[in-house]
């Protein structure tokens, strides 16, 4: 049974950072594209970023290249995403996500049938 469990969540000041965490059970990591996606209030989930698990290819959202960065532990099966000069616009709940077979971009939400419960991020002054 696959199963996803992140922390790292909290609040921040504007230009701080945050690293978040998302533990898998249930399944390889080689076998597996993973990332994270995010939903703001009144918005739409979207896409922050992934890992192509076959090739290691990295892929993330223009809106926090630069800033984001997202790895993997294949030995710990998890991976994080570290944000650094965090905005108040990256106020979401984030979620980890991840889906068989491989994947050559971030994708949309419902190509993803693995998430993870959600952890607030809150980029407040």
């Known amino acids: 049974q696959v199963q996803l469990v992140e922390s790292g969540g909290g609040l921040v000041q504007p230009g701080g950072s945050l690293r978040l965490s998302c533990e898998a059970s249930?399944?390889?990591?080689?076998?597996?594209?993973i990332g994270w996606f995010r939903q703001a209030p009144g918005k739409e989930r979207e896409g922050v970023a992934c890992?192509?698990?076959?090739?290691?290819?990295?892929y993330l959202a223009g809106s926090v290249r630069g800033r984001f960065t997202m790895s993997r532990d294949n030995a710990r099966n998890s991976w994080y995403l570290q944000m650094n000069n965090l905005k108040p616009e990256d106020t979401a709940v984030y979620y980890c996500?991840?889906?068989?077979?491989?994947?050559?971009?971030?994708?949309?939400?419902?190509?993803?049938?693995?998430w993870g419960q959600g952890t607030q991020v809150t980029v407040s002054s």
């Open positions: 996500v991840a889906v068989p077979g491989p994947r050559y971009g971030l994708g949309v939400p419902w190509e993803y049938d693995n």
């Open positions: 249930g399944f390889s990591l080689d076998n597996y594209a």
């Open positions: 890992i192509n698990g076959s090739d290691g290819k990295r």
